[in-house]
T-cell receptor, first 116, second 114 residues
Framework: AQKITQTQPGMFVQEKEAVTLDCTYD???????LFWYKQPSSGEMIFLIY??????QNATEGRYSLNFQKARKSANLVISASQLGDSAMYFC?????????????FGGGTRVLVKP | NAGVTQTPKFQVLKTGQSMTLQCAQD?????MSWYRQDPGMGLRLIHY???????DQGEVPNGYNVSRSTTEDFPLRLLSAAPSQTSVYFC?????????????FGPGTRLTVL
């Protein structure tokens, strides 16, 4: 079975600075997808970024980028130029096979607090 | 599009009661799922469906039933509520084609079992 580990329970970051959220995963499958979600205090789950295991380039979406290191089985999220609205819980998740986006395994999350 | 809708938003049950959490999506998505989120934790998959009439178990299926009679609806039934089922429940759907990798989540249902 696959497993996702987020080792940072909480982080402070200064406004306008970049922050890296760690995520490691464990699977013996060659085909998988990696996701990051944001959960603000209001509770909704917001999709941020996706990386497929066969994608050669790191995914980017605006201020979000995914640092994908396949050999190390890591998929760290980088948020550039942090904003106060980035304060939230962030979850790393994965799915086996590219088309199984409805079966996600989540990590325990990292809480980010952006300081003005 | 309303996206993924869930009702109710909040619910309090007594131990042993049964109820159905409703989930609907208007995006014509084939794939739908139910997750639960316990305090301070990530989401865990309860059940999922890959199309009308097709469902399967996820990581934590015990105590829950699902059915998928239409593409739009995917209700989750609690058969006999227990305090351990106190959680926030999220329904999600994902489309096919180029958008298969993005799940759309509903706003969640906060359930308390006394």
């Amino acid at each position: 079975a696959q497993k996702i580990t987020q080792t940072q329970p909480g982080m402070f970051v200064q406004e306008k600075e970049a922050v890296t959220l760690d995520c490691t995963y464990d699977t013996s499958d060659q085909s998988y997808g990696l996701f990051w979600y944001k959960q603000p205090s209001s509770g909704e789950m917001i999709f941020l970024i996706y990386q497929g295991s066969y994608d050669e380039q790191n995914a980017t979406e605006g201020r979000y980028s995914l640092n994908f290191q396949k050999a190390r089985k890591s998929a760290n999220l980088v948020i550039s130029a942090s904003q106060l609205g980035d304060s939230a819980m962030y979850f790393c998740a994965m799915t086996l096979s590219m088309g199984a986006g409805n079966k996600l395994t989540f990590g325990g999350g990292t809480r980010v607090l952006v300081k003005p | 599009n309303a996206g993924v809708t869930q009702t109710p938003k909040f619910q309090v049950l007594k131990t042993g009661q049964s109820m159905t959490l409703q989930c609907a999506q208007d995006m014509n998505h084939e794939y739908m799922s139910w997750y639960r989120q316990d305090p301070g934790m990530g989401l865990r998959l309860i059940h999922y469906s890959v199309g009308a009439g097709i469902t399967d178990q996820g990581e934590v299926p015990n105590g829950y039933n699902v059915s998928r009679s239409t593409t739009e609806d995917f209700p989750l039934r609690l058969l006999s509520a227990a305090p351990s089922q106190t959680s926030v429940y999220f329904c999600a759907s994902v489309g096919g084609g180029s958008s298969y990798n993005e799940q759309f989540f509903g706003p969640g249902t906060r359930l308390t079992v006394l």
